[in-house]
Every structure is written in structure tokens, then in C-alpha cells.
């Protein structure tokens, strides 16, 4: 009898009997909505074009006008002063011509009582003088003006060390694409590589161009953006190209540009609502996050921007010219699967 009531209850649950589904069973057979196709590859020669006219823009902009090296790469003193009421940054940069420094840049750090002045090193000074530079600006300040200042931090950074930094980090850059390029070569297919890392290339020398573009500092926290950049657009990239791969093994019927479109449309929303979301928090940084960190914020924002666009239409623009097909991403069968006499 017990035997009877298990087989009974087993016969109940299981679907194919007509017994009841389980919730993921039900969820499975529930109809979906259908996805509205978005053709993204009518548009992909405008967008190639515009994507061309960044890179070469930028590339000429690094060439020419290069970056504005922070003092992270450049080496120099960072001064930062607490005055006793709201201080005045130009009377402040006339304070320090007068006194004979040239190259300095005065900001508010924080509330307008805290100030930051970043000094180059000085042509007329020694090694010795300059990486005492804190403390004559320091007293320049106190001589200029009858306020109380005092002094909250004073850092100096060796021209060697700056240039080792800038070696290092460009080194980090290249290492990381290349380990992305390998990742996705045996994640998914070589050709996916190629988009990827191109799709990467086309981010990072974009952010570059405007930084270039715009005379922005770049210091490390810059750099420590543009390596989350690479780590957000390689995410980005690797959920399209996923979806991509799933469908060329899925849908029988269509091309190579029906299969792109239908995944780009059905990832769009997640791309969408991933940027969005990011960017709320970026903008946050940047407006609430002080100076510090606001090169930080702007690259982060100038990247995702870039990323979100690159890996719906960079990253999928390198497959169709690489002439992606189903046959790259079928499944091998092993030797003897159809043969009858191997099958259990």
C-alpha cells in the first residue's frame, strides 16, 4: 500500500502524467512577452563612421596636445592649507607670482576655507629646495596675507618616481587587455576577442582624447577609471556577446544580422538600466565627492558613456566584419554520438 501511495503521488507531480508542475516548471511554460526588434545593424556604417572620427580625433589631440600629467606622473608638491575665513584663489595665484612660482594651479579643496595649490617643480631651484617646496610656499602664503593659514598636508613626488608610475600604469593597460583578449578567446571564439579588445581600444583612447582634449588632469585616480572602464565595458561586452552566441546556436532561421539584432534588442533593457544606475552613483561622486576624486568620477562617467555604446555597436560591428556565422559557434560533436550501437 505504502508503495502504491508513492507511486501515486510521484505519478501526480510529474508533468508528463498531467500531474501538477512545479513553479519553475510553470514559470518555463509561461508565455513570454515578445521582444521588440531594434535594428541596430541598419545604422552600423553611421556608427563605425562616428566611432572612427572619435578614435582619430583623440589620436591626434594625444599626439599633439598629449595629456595634462598630474603631479602623480609629473612629479611636484601638493600643498593644502586651511585659512581662517573663505579664501580667494586668484588673490591666492597673484600671492604665489609675486613670490616668484611658476606652473601652480590654486583650487578650493572641500569648503572655501580649504585650498590645494599643486606646484611643478621649479627650474630655478635645486632637488634639494624643491622637495622643500611645501614649506616655502607655505610661508609665502603667511607673508602675503595677514590671515591666519595653516598648514594641513604637504607631499612631494620625485620627477623619477612620476615617471616610473606612468611607465607602470601604461604597462597595467596593456597587460589588461591582452588577459581580456585570451579570457574571451577560449570563453567564446577568437572573433569575439577581436571585438572585445577592439571595443576596449575604442573606450579607453576616446576617454584619453577628451581628457587630452579638455587639458583635465590626469593623475592616478584617472587611471584607476580607465582601469574600471575596461573592467565595465568587458562586462557589458561579455553579456552581448553571450546572448549573441546562445542565439546563433538557437535560431534556425535568419542571418548573421537578424541573429544581432534580435540578441542586441533583448539585452538592451539590462544595458540600459546597468548604465543608468551607475551613472546615478558617478554623479553623486562627482558632485558631492569633492576634488579629490572628481577626475576619478569624470572619467568613470565619460567611460561608461562610451562603454554602453561601444559594446552595442563597436564590439558587434568587428563580428559582421569578421563575417560571423553559426557554423564559428557550433557545438562539435564527438566521433560517434550518432551512431546507435554507442547510445545507452
Do not use: C
Amino acid at each position: 500500500m505504502a508503495e502504491n501511495s508513492m507511486s501515486d503521488n510521484a505519478s501526480l507531480n510529474n508533468p508528463a502524467n498531467g500531474g501538477a508542475e512545479t513553479d519553475q516548471e510553470a514559470w518555463r511554460r509561461t508565455p513570454k512577452k515578445p521582444v521588440k526588434i531594434i535594428d541596430f545593424m541598419k545604422y552600423r556604417k553611421i556608427a563605425a563612421s562616428i566611432s572612427l572620427l572619435l578614435v582619430i580625433a583623440s589620436a591626434i589631440s594625444l599626439g599633439i596636445n598629449q595629456l595634462e600629467w598630474g603631479l602623480d606622473f609629473t612629479g611636484g608638491t601638493l600643498v593644502e592649507v586651511v585659512y581662517e575665513q573663505a579664501a580667494d584663489p586668484e588673490e591666492i595665484r597673484r600671492q604665489l607670482d609675486n613670490a616668484g612660482y611658476d606652473g601652480h594651479v590654486v583650487q578650493y579643496f572641500g569648503s572655501e576655507r580649504d585650498v590645494l595649490v599643486r606646484m611643478p617643480p621649479q627650474k630655478a631651484l635645486d632637488a634639494a629646495q624643491n622637495a622643500r617646496l611645501g614649506d616655502s610656499i607655505i610661508d609665502a602664503l603667511r607673508t602675503a596675507t595677514n590671515a591666519d593659514v595653516s598648514l594641513r598636508r604637504s607631499e612631494f613626488v620625485g620627477p623619477a618616481v612620476g615617471e616610473e608610475l606612468a611607465n607602470q600604469g601604461g604597462l597595467g593597460m596593456l597587460t589588461a587587455l591582452a588577459l581580456v583578449m585570451l579570457y574571451i578567446a577560449f570563453r567564446f571564439q577568437l572573433k569575439f576577442a577581436f571585438g572585445a579588445v577592439v571595443a576596449l581600444f575604442h573606450d579607453v583612447v576616446i576617454t584619453l582624447g577628451i581628457f587630452s582634449i579638455a587639458r583635465w588632469d590626469f593623475d592616478l585616480t584617472v587611471l584607476a577609471a580607465l582601469l574600471a572602464v575596461i573592467g565595465y565595458s568587458l562586462n557589458d561586452t561579455i553579456v552581448v556577446s553571450d546572448r549573441i552566441r546562445e542565439n546563433f546556436r538557437k535560431v534556425r532561421k535568419g542571418n548573421s544580422f537578424e541573429v544581432i539584432n534580435l540578441s542586441l534588442s533583448q539585452t538592451l533593457g539590462r544595458t540600459i538600466v546597468t548604465s543608468l544606475t551607475t551613472l546615478l552613483v558617478l554623479f553623486a561622486l562627482f558632485f558631492l565627492g569633492g576634488e579629490l576624486i572628481r577626475g576619478f568620477a569624470i572619467g568613470l562617467i565619460i567611460g561608461v558613456g562610451v562603454g554602453t555604446y561601444s559594446s552595442i555597436y563597436v564590439a558587434a560591428n568587428v563580428l559582421v566584419a569578421l563575417n560571423i556565422s553559426k557554423e564559428d559557434l557550433a557545438i562539435p560533436i564527438k566521433e560517434g554520438a550518432e551512431d546507435p550501437d554507442l547510445v545507452v
